[in-house]
């Protein structure tokens, strides 16, 4: 019998976060090398516990997760969900336009599926979450990329947007806070983006896990908000901002004109009842969950543990000239630069092996976000401050003498 080939729609798919750098990270550790794991914004593996609001939720409502639930989720939960989502200021939304599943991936999967054609064109943001290139390929279309401007906070370049758009374009990504630069994008900012889509009839598309981890005296816009006249389908979730990224609890929320969106509705449900329903026991926290706003802003003032990780990792890059970066306002991201003159690098993935062979730090290089330069990587501020600070300090001393 011949071997089994994987199809040629994953030709381009790539996991950097969980690629080879980091099965050589896991193989060290199965053979009893520590190794930092800053790969993954995942809460638990640095101490983080879920809120007592969910604990109580859950284990106050788990017998009634044992059966299948309604394919767009537990009605309670959807409740919760457009509660918050419209006071967020996004009008127009019943219990029908909600869909819960098992993380935002899941939902983004079923929405490009529905929502593209082969050859169709979708713009997304560079540096970006390569779930989304990802899915696009897998959908048969063509993620084109505009460039987040790094000299500007990492804001999205509008007037790049506007040059990338062509016939086959249907959609505009916005990641905000973005991952992996941690921006946070202004309401004027999203007023242009909005601008683009309303003009050229493109659908909009908001990635906003990260809304609840502002930080900085700032607030998040939801970008549905400002155009109550489009297509704006919303991302959101629980995983992030209440720690709890194994419950894998995500939700879309599809709002503007019904007639537009009607069929693209139709298809969310087409897609969503194949699987009968997402994970019942993790729905049943989340009225509970965004009721508990004190959670997570605690962690988020100053003394707070991820603004005090924050102010850790930023200080600690800066002592080296080698290195620059641009303080993040939203999620728990940093996207150093590396100083290519003075720290020669044509390839960022041999730079992260070399770096977790010789300091044990696990990191992914800037290409594993579609950068096209050798010249960044992703920091993922969830360590205690200290260790964080002696880890980028260690990448900081790493390259002041590394060369390829």
């Keep these: 019998m011949q071997p089994i080939i994987r199809s040629e729609k994953l030709s381009q798919v790539h996991s950097d976060i969980r690629g080879p750098v980091y099965v050589e990270a896991m193989k060290m550790i199965a053979e009893g090398t520590p190794v930092l794991r800053l790969n993954t914004g995942n809460p638990a593996t640095f101490g983080f516990t879920m809120p007592p609001s969910v604990r109580h939720a859950l284990l106050e409502n788990a017998d009634k997760a044992v059966g299948y639930c309604d394919f767009r989720g537990m009605p309670a939960a959807r409740q919760a969900i ?54 696009t390929l897998i959908a048969g279309a063509k993620p084109v990329f505009y460039t987040c401007d790094e000299a500007s906070d990492w804001y999205p370049d509008v007037e790049d947007i506007r040059r990338k758009i062509t016939s086959r374009t249907r959609a505009i990504l916005i990641i905000n ?16 983006i909005v601008a683009i889509a309303r003009e050229k009839e493109l659908i909009l598309l908001s990635d906003e896990i990260y809304d609840r981890l502002v930080m900085d005296g700032k607030e998040h816009v939801s970008t549905a908000a400002l155009c109550p006249d489009l297509p704006v389908l919303t991302f959101n979730g629980l995983s992030k901002s209440h720690m709890i990224c194994g419950f894998r609890c995500g939700w879309l929320a599809v709002s503007g004109p019904r007639q537009v969106t ?3 509705i139709a298809g969310m449900v087409a897609l969503t009842s194949m699987r009968l329903c997402g994970n019942a026991l993790t729905q049943l926290v989340i009225p509970a969950a965004l009721r508990d706003e004190q959670s997570t802003h605690e962690l988020l003032i100053p003394g707070g543990r991820l603004y005090e990780q924050r102010e850790a990792a930023v200080n600690a890059l800066r002592q080296f ?25 044509t390839d960022d993935k041999k730079f992260a092996m070399d770096l977790l062979h010789q300091k044990h730090i696990l990191l992914v290089p800037g290409s594993g976000f579609d950068w096209p330069q050798p010249d960044h990587f992703r920091v993922v501020m969830l360590p205690e401050a200290k260790d964080l600070a002696r880890a980028m300090t260690d990448v900081g001393e790493f390259l002041q003498t590394y060369r390829q």
């Design 321 to 345: 000239d080698c290195l620059s970066v641009v303080k993040n306002s939203a999620a728990f991201y940093i996207f150093p630069r590396i100083d290519l003159k003075k720290c020669p690098i």
């Design 177 to 192: 806070p973005n991952n992996p630069t941690g921006a946070l994008y202004p309401r004027e900012l999203l007023e242009q």
């Design 82 to 135: 457009l509660e918050y989502e419209t006071g967020k200021g996004i009008q127009g939304l019943t219990l029908d336009d909600i869909f819960v599943g098992n993380g935002v991936s899941e939902m983004a999967q079923f929405a490009i599926t529905t929502l593209l054609n082969y050859d169709d064109e979708i713009l997304l943001p560079s540096p970006s979450y390569s779930l989304w290139t990802n899915v």
């Design 262 to 264: 009607k069929d693209f």
